[in-house]
């Protein structure tokens, strides 16, 4: 009992602090399958506008009042990024290709939403909540290849939705989720920088279009 009663206490107080998502970076078994294998050597950049540690995040109500809070999650959005892309690039392109295409992708944005979908009274009521959770990525493009450049920015996302009950014990106020929160944020997360690669694969499709239309 008393050991319980010190783990309520450590919730209660790291409710407070900065939360801190573990990092999720491996390419998907859906991109992987998505994304074609190309004899083309790929000279890409990769830049991240948004460095390892505070995380973009808004909470929305149900009626739609917004509560902005960018130093509570901490995550590695670069090293995520990074490392989820150079293994797109790695494994999808040729290397020892002759033919080779120059590609800067730049990560402008990684960001969380939570939006309620119960009701501050109806939450104080029965001490249930439901909310579904986003994970946000804007990715801009440029792309050389065979001496034409083509540039593109896209937004994808990624999202899911999680019940809560608060309890008590004694004095003490805790919640019980469906889902680890911070599991399913950073699951999203690491969903969202994959599907911003799918879109990208996309993009490269209209790019190998044009070039095998302008060489007939």
Avoid at 21 to 42: F, H, R, V, W, Y
Avoid at 67 to 74: E, G, L, Q
Avoid at 141 to 167: C, G, L, P, W
Wanted: proline letters at 2%.
């Amino acid at each position: 009992m008393k050991h319980f009663l010190i783990l309520l206490a450590c919730l209660v107080t790291l409710s407070s602090c900065s939360v801190t998502i573990p990092l999720q970076s491996n390419l998907s078994d859906q991109t992987m399958l998505l994304a074609e294998n190309k004899n083309i050597k790929a000279n890409y950049t990769l830049v991240s506008k948004v460095p390892d540690g505070y995380l973009p995040y808004v909470a929305v109500q149900k009626n739609g009042t917004e509560t902005p809070n960018n130093s509570f999650y901490i995550y590695a959005s670069e090293t995520a990024f990074k490392k989820i892309w150079s293994s797109y690039f790695s494994g999808k392109f040729n290397n020892y290709s002759k033919d080779q295409m120059d590609i800067a992708v730049t990560l402008k944005e990684l960001k969380l939403r939570e939006q309620a979908a119960t009701s501050v009274g109806m939450t104080m009521l029965t001490g249930n909540s439901t909310v579904n959770v986003e994970a946000a990525v804007t990715v801009h493009v440029i792309v050389d290849y065979h001496s034409k450049r083509y540039e593109n920015q896209f937004e994808v996302t990624a999202s899911d939705y999680n019940e809560s009950q608060q309890m008590a014990y004694g004095t003490y106020n805790y919640t019980v989720n469906q889902t680890n929160p911070t599991q399913q944020k950073s699951k999203l997360l690491e969903s969202s920088l994959n599907k911003s690669i799918i879109q990208f694969e996309n993009f490269l499709r209209s790019i190998m279009l044009i070039d095998k239309e302008g060489k007939q």
